[in-house]
């Protein structure tokens, strides 16, 4: 069972797969190491202050309440009001956010009625404003 070196026979070809699968994994891991490091420069960011902020908020909110009665922020509007009155918002600060408060037990179409408003005044900030699901 012994071989001679002589009669042996050498390969005609390379397999190169598993030399290209190391290169592409140690270039995924080089563009990985990269970006990680890449973060920015480092600064000591000032510290704001305790005084609180004389900017009023902007967000308006809508609620509708259980009888169907609107309100803007703690004013109740009818729908004409409210349509007025949120272009005038829109004239001022085109970009204003509103959130849409409705009582749970009111009918989906009062909800869609405001949904339709906001999009005819197109305003693109809007939220709905529900209670976190307590388990």
Request: no cysteine; net charge negative; glycine share 4%.
């Given at each position: 069972m012994r071989r001679n070196l002589f009669e042996m026979k050498g390969f005609d070809e390379i397999n190169i797969t598993p030399l290209l699968d190391l290169a592409w994994t140690l270039l995924v891991v080089f563009i990985i190491a990269v970006t990680a490091s890449v973060q920015g420069i480092k600064v000591n960011l000032p510290k704001a202050g305790n005084t609180p902020s004389l900017v009023k908020p902007k967000t308006k909110a809508v609620t509708i309440h259980a009888n169907g009665q609107l309100y803007l922020d703690a004013y109740p509007v009818t729908l004409a009001e409210l349509d007025t009155r949120l272009r005038q918002y829109k004239a001022v600060d085109p970009d204003f956010p509103v959130v849409i408060k409705g009582?749970?037990?009111?009918?989906?179409?009062?909800?869609?009625?405001?949904?339709?408003?906001?999009?005819?005044?197109?305003?693109?900030?809007?939220?709905?404003?529900?209670?976190?699901?307590?388990?």
């Open positions: 009582d749970a037990k009111i009918y989906y179409e009062k909800v869609v009625e405001i949904l339709d408003l906001m999009q005819e005044l197109e305003i693109t900030q809007m939220g709905l404003v529900t209670q976190k699901l307590v388990k």
